[in-house]
C-alpha cells in the first residue's frame, strides 16, 4: 500500500481578499504561515515521514510546503517544483473580488467560471504584462502549453500527465510523497485518482492547509482517503470556500 498525502496552500493574501488569483504570484498571510505549520505538526503527531516533495512554482504553495516540512523536522526532503502543479490560469478573472464579480454577473455566472469543467473565463490578452509569456520562470515552455486562461478540464490536461509520468513512477519505487498544491490542481487530480465525473466535481471544494492522505493499491488505485484533523473544522472550511463566490447579502 502507498500513502500519499495531498495539500492545498494555507491562506494566501487573495484568498483573504477573496480576489481570482489563478497564476499570479501571491504569499500566504501569517494564518497561512501559522495554518501550515499547523498542518506539519499534525503529520508529525501522525507519524508521517517524505521522501520526496513536489509542489507548483508558485509561492503560496512552495512555502507551504517548506513550513509543513520544518515542522517536520525534514527540509532535507528533495523538493521538485513543476508548473504543471500550478493552480488553474484563471484568465481575465484574476486580481478581480470574487463576491463584487458575483454582484455584477450574477451568482450562477460566477459558479460557471469558478467550477464549471469545461468552460474557461475569458483570456488574458497576448499583450497583458501578466500573461505568462512575460514571466521568465515559463520561458522554457512552448507557446502551446502557456494558458492564457483554463477550465478544469485543461487543468487535468496537464496535471494527469505529470502525474503519470513523474509522480507515479516514484510512488511505485516506494517513495512516501506529499504533494502542496492548489485547490483547483488537486481537484484535477482528485477527479483522476477517484474517477469522479465531471458534474459531481463542481460540488468538490478543497479547505486550506488541511492534510488530505490517499492510501493507494500498487496499482495507484486509492483504497480510502481522509482529512487529518477536525473534521467539523474542515467540513466548516469547504462550505466557506464554495460560499467565496457568491455576492454579499445586503
Ligand atoms: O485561484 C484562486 O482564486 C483560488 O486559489 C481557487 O479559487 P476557486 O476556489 O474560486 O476556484
Same mark, same amino acid.
Given at each position: 500500500m502507498h500513502k500519499l498525502v495531498l495539500m492545498r496552500h494555507g491562506e494566501s493574501q487573495w484568498n483573504l481578499d477573496n480576489r481570482f488569483t489563478g497564476w499570479t504570484d501571491v504569499d500566504l498571510t501569517e494564518k497561512g504561515r501559522e495554518e501550515a505549520r499547523r498542518a506539519g505538526a499534525l503529520l508529525k503527531q501522525e507519524g508521517f515521514e517524505f521522501d520526496i516533495a513536489y509542489t507548483s512554482v508558485l509561492k503560496r504553495a512552495i512555502r507551504t510546503l517548506w513550513l509543513t516540512l520544518? +515542522?517536520?523536522d525534514a527540509m532535507y526532503v528533495p523538493v521538485i517544483n513543476d508548473w504543471h502543479l500550478n493552480e488553474r490560469h484563471y484568465g481575465a478573472l484574476q486580481g478581480l473580488n470574487k463576491s463584487e464579480t458575483a454582484a455584477k454577473y450574477g451568482d450562477e455566472q460566477v459558479l460557471v467560471w469558478r467550477r464549471a469543467y469545461a468552460i474557461a473565463p475569458n483570456p488574458l490578452d497576448i499583450d497583458d504584462?501578466?500573461?505568462p509569456r512575460f514571466d521568465p520562470r515559463y520561458a522554457s515552455l512552448s507557446p502551446s502549453e502557456l494558458p492564457a486562461? +483554463?477550465?478544469?478540464?485543461d487543468t487535468v490536461d496537464r496535471v494527469v500527465p505529470f502525474w503519470n509520468d513523474t509522480i507515479a513512477p516514484s510512488l511505485r519505487a516506494g517513495k512516501r510523497t506529499i504533494i502542496a498544491a492548489h485547490g483547483n490542481s488537486l481537484r484535477a487530480l482528485i477527479k483522476f485518482l477517484d474517477g469522479v465525473s465531471d458534474e459531481e466535481i463542481v460540488g468538490l471544494n478543497i479547505p486550506t492547509a488541511q492534510p488530505l492522505v490517499y492510501e493507494l493499491d500498487d496499482d495507484l488505485r486509492p483504497i480510502r482517503h481522509y482529512y487529518l484533523g477536525n473534521a467539523d473544522e474542515i467540513q466548516a472550511a469547504? #462550505? #466557506?470556500? #464554495?460560499a467565496q463566490g457568491k455576492a454579499k447579502q445586503a
Open positions: 520544518d +515542522e517536520l504584462p501578466r500573461h486562461t +483554463e477550465c478544469l478540464k469547504m #462550505a #466557506a470556500v #464554495a
